[in-house]
Structure formats: C-alpha cells, structure tokens
C-alpha cells in the first residue's frame, strides 16, 4: 500500500493506481464481494476494469485478482464501467456497461458470469462475447445511456438504466429481465428530470442520471438513488415514493419528496445492496488535490464506509454508519471526556454529542487556523469549516452547513482515515470531503461546548482480509 499520509488505511481502495464508481455490492455465501471501477496501471481515469475486494464483516477487506478486464476486439474493449452484480439462477452475475472502441458515448449492457460459483472468493468471470442490450431503446433521442442496477419487484426482476436525452432531460430507464437475464424488454421511463417533484428538488442543472440504485424502507417506501451528471461529476441525490403500476400496467416510480443524498463535495456514484433488513450503501470519493500531487502518491480514489440507508416518517433521509465498523475498535477508546487537547491518530472514530452551542477542533495548521466542525441542538444547525485546507474541487473549501431538526441535544459522528472524512450528523445527514494534512499541522481534539459528551476511538490495525 501507498506510503502517501494521506492515504486511507480501512477503506477499500487499490494498493496503487486509480478508482472511482463502487460496483455490484454483493453477498455470497455469507461474504460480502465489492467491486469498482479501476485502472491499475496508473492514478488517472482511463483503461477501466472491475477491481474486487471481499469480506466477511464489512470491516476487513481482502483485495483479489481483477474481477474483468477489457476484451480485445469485444463490447468492453474500451472499458468495463460501472455496473452490478446479481445472483442468476444460483450463479453469479456481472451485469456492466461496455464500451468498444467505436462507440459514440453510448454505452451497451455486458454480463459476466463468475466461473466458479463454489468459489466463495470469486476470483475468476467469463464474460460472454455479445451485449444483451446493444445500446438504447429507438425513438427517445437517448445520448447518455449506462450504469445497470438490478432488483426485484413484485416477485419480478427488473433493471434500471441511467440515460440522459437529447434535449437535457435525465432519466432513468426501465428493462423488464425476468425470466431470462439474457433477454431484456425495455418497459419505458421509469422516471425523468420533467416529474415535478424531481425537478423541485434537482433543479435543472444535470443533463443525465447517472448510476440508479433503488433500496427498499422498513416502511414499505423505495428510494431512488441517482448521481446527477452535468458534463462532469456534480453531486448526488435521492428520491423517496413508491413503485406502482400505472393504467397501462407500466411500473413507474412515483416520487414524494427527496434532497441531497450526500452534502459534501466529495462524494459520488453511490452503489447499494438490498439486504433483508437493511441496505448498505457505499460511495466514492475522489480526490481533491493536485493531479501532480497524486501522480507522486501512485493512487487515486477511495470508498467510503459502508452506510445503513432508510427514511425517516417524513421521507427524509435516515443514514448511520454500518454497526459492523465497531469491530475496527480497540478494547478501550483513546478518549472518553471533553476537557483539555487529545492527540488524534491517522484514523479515527469520533462521538460528540451536543448539549448546547459546541464547537469541535480537529485539525491546526501553523498559523492557527483550524479544522472545526459547530453544533447547535437549539437551531439544528452544523457547520463543517475547512477554509485553511484548500480544495481543487469547483466550490473550493467554504464551509458547509446542515440543517437537521432541533432538539436538546445533537449527536455528530467523525469517521477519519487519512485524508478522508465523514461527517453523520445525527442519523439525517452524511458529509464526505477530502482534508489533506500538510506535514506541520497539529492533528488534536478540543471541544468547547457545555455538557458535551465525547467518546474516540482508533482502529486497531489488525487484518484486512
């Protein structure tokens, strides 16, 4: 692994070269296989192939051999983007948008069976030599037309597709694959940028959809992920409703309410998977500094912690951070009180919990400025302030702000590895942004605020596989 200090030590990435989308997400005989978008020649995004890593706790990860490769000559010969993975038939499946070398910004739906589904590691896939989806359905001026997901519904098997039209309008797109994963029907839109509600909370500055994921609630709602692409990557959203079969029998996603899925700037192409309880979500991260600074660190990218998604009555967002990264704690935190400075480790686990106005110190530099994140329960306001560490990202570093309800108290939750953070604040809100220490500033906690409770702790490094 890189020898960068900036380089996440418990997060899934690459030991070298670039990564960017989080692929199929999926659980096989009780472990759990994450895949991504992955160059392993160099830290820049190009030659893209299946990078894959599993675990059996979601907390350790084991890096194995590349899952897909370009095919000379095949539908993925200029790449293999961003997909998922399903269980067909008792057999694992790829399901990915390839790109040949002829292509005109259209994608085409591949599919990749694991060669040994006995293999609970599985290392070897079989691609099969043509698409089963050649490219968009006729007669909708389809330009942007990529990223499969997967799901069931109504005891039925469907697909979705992230598309963008001619006219600037996104969409995701829906295929009915049920009874054979070879043979998909196009069964219309599922959903476009001209929906009321969607144009509400979006607004109308993307031109495609990228990356649909759908996720069941504990309530009976769905939540329609989308990253919203506007000619180059722009940030994420969500949409909570139903599914529901319109007067012709067409299923269509029928939306309530919705926002943004993550607040930070550096987070993108979210991918879920639907477990009985729950679904876990993961996203990227890119990275946030001079090309020339990751060329010298030999490394691009990284995914984010797995994160439990669900709504709240309202329809609003309900997120935590997955129960199992408590395993990555030590037998006793490295801090447990508030009063005075405490020293913070390369990765950290932090718990500050509210009573009043607080404020949260976590990084110094060498004139003073600081790292800091303000909680207020009373007005339900938190704000991250990063202005002494500049970002190359298109809102440079002003600060962010959250607004959740309000209460007596506020719970903010700080997962730290390297350069990258993650801010839960509450179980309404997630914050992911890239922090680049420099080699003289002060990593150190001091928070300020009355009554506030404060637990840390720092992973303790043992096996990653």
Partial sequence: MSHDPNAPRFRVRPPAGWINDPNGPFRWRDRYHLFYQHNPDAPVHANVHWGHASSTDLAHWRHHPIALAPTPGGPDEAGCWSGCVTDDAGTPTAVYTGVDRAHAGLGTICLARAADPDDELLTAWKPLPTPVVAGPPPGLDVVMFRDPFVFHHADRRWALVGAGHADGTPSVLL????????????????????????????????????????????????????????????????????????????????????????????????????????????????????????????????????????????????????????????????????????????????????????????????????????????????????????????????????????????????????????????????????????PDDIAELLVDGPGARVTGWAPDGGRRG
Avoid at 206 to 212: N, Y
Avoid at 227 to 239: I, R
């Fill in 175 to 438: 295929y009915d694959c049920d009874d054979d994963l070879t043979d998909w029907r196009f069964a219309g839109v599922l959903l476009d940028g001209d929906d009321p509600v969607a144009a509400a909370v979006f607004g109308d500055k993307s031109v495609g959809w990228e990356c649909p994921h759908i996720y069941r609630t504990a309530g009976g709602d769905h939540v329609l992920v989308v990253s919203l692409w506007d000619g180059d990557p722009c940030c994420t959203g969500y949409l909570t409703g139903r599914l529901e079969f319109d007067n012709q029998g067409e299923l269509r996603f029928v939306p309530r309410t919705g926002g943004r899925l993550d607040q930070g700037r550096d987070f993108y192409a979210p991918a879920v998977l639907q477990e009985p309880d729950r679904a876990l979500l993961w996203g990227w991260s890119w990275e946030a500094r001079p090309q020339e600074d990751t060329d010298r660190a030999g490394w691009a990218g990284v995914l984010t912690a797995p994160r439990v998604v669900d709504v709240h009555p309202d329809g609003s967002l309900r997120v935590s951070p997955a129960l199992e990264l408590e395993l990555l704690h030590p037998a006793e935190p490295f801090v447990t009180a508030p009063q005075g400075r405490h020293p913070l480790p390369h990765a950290y686990d932090l718990t500050v919990t509210a009573h009043g106005p607080t404020r949260v110190s976590l990084l110094r530099d060498a004139t003073g400025r600081e790292l800091t994140v303000h909680a207020d329960p009373a007005s339900g306001t938190v704000v991250l302030d990063r202005t002494a560490w500049p970002r190359t990202g298109r809102e440079g570093s002003a600060p962010i702000t959250v607004q959740v309800p309000k209460g007596p108290d506020l719970t903010l939750r700080l997962l730290v590895d390297g350069s990258l953070l993650e801010l839960f604040v509450a179980d309404r809100a997630m914050v992911t942004e890239r922090v680049y220490r420099h």
